[in-house]
């Protein structure tokens, strides 16, 4: 005879929330957070995270999208800056002597194309003409078979 299951399972109850889907899609979606600081986020070990990875499929497909989000869109944006040079403001402050912070300049700062990140992108982008790897082809008169044995004949 079959055993009847149980309503309440053994073990202690998740700390997993549904807040927590969107909490990790924001910080996500906004830093790259890794699992290992996910877990700290949480206050877990990153072993909960994987469980929950199980557990809860919105959990993990949200997860999932963030990070493509993450990589597509906000590395390729950075990597396209760094390839094509920008510019950006910079302002100097200091603490003056009643001990608030005072602006003393603004310069508007350039940073040049990066030759790595220009030779990245046009690796990724047109692999066939950009590529490290050469391939050479080597053409024989006669067979490789013959070139052997003369070869092994040479030595005795």
């Not at 990875?53 to 997860?63: G, I, K, M």
């Not at 940073?111 to 790595?116: A, H, L, R, T």
Request: aromatic share 10%; glycine share 4%.
């Amino acid at each position: 005879m079959a055993r009847p299951k149980k309503k309440n399972p053994i073990g202690r109850p998740t700390k997993y929330r549904k807040e927590y889907a969107q909490m990790a899609k924001v910080v996500i979606e906004d830093s790259g957070l890794s699992i290992v600081k996910l877990a700290k986020l949480f206050n877990v070990d990153r072993n909960t995270i994987y469980k929950w990875f199980q557990d809860v499929p919105e959990f993990l497909s949200t997860v999932e999208t963030a990070r493509d989000f993450y990589d597509g869109i906000k590395i390729h944006k950075s990597l396209v800056k760094r390839a094509v040079g920008f510019a950006y403001n910079e302002t100097t402050r200091e603490a003056g002597e009643d001990g608030e912070l005072r602006t003393m300049k603004k310069v508007r700062k350039y940073f040049p194309p990066d030759v790595s990140a220009i030779k990245h992108w046009q690796v990724n982008r047109h692999p066939e003409k950009w590529r490290d790897r050469q391939e050479t082809a080597v053409l024989f008169d006669e067979p490789l078979v013959d070139i052997v044995r003369k070869l092994r004949n040479e030595k005795k």
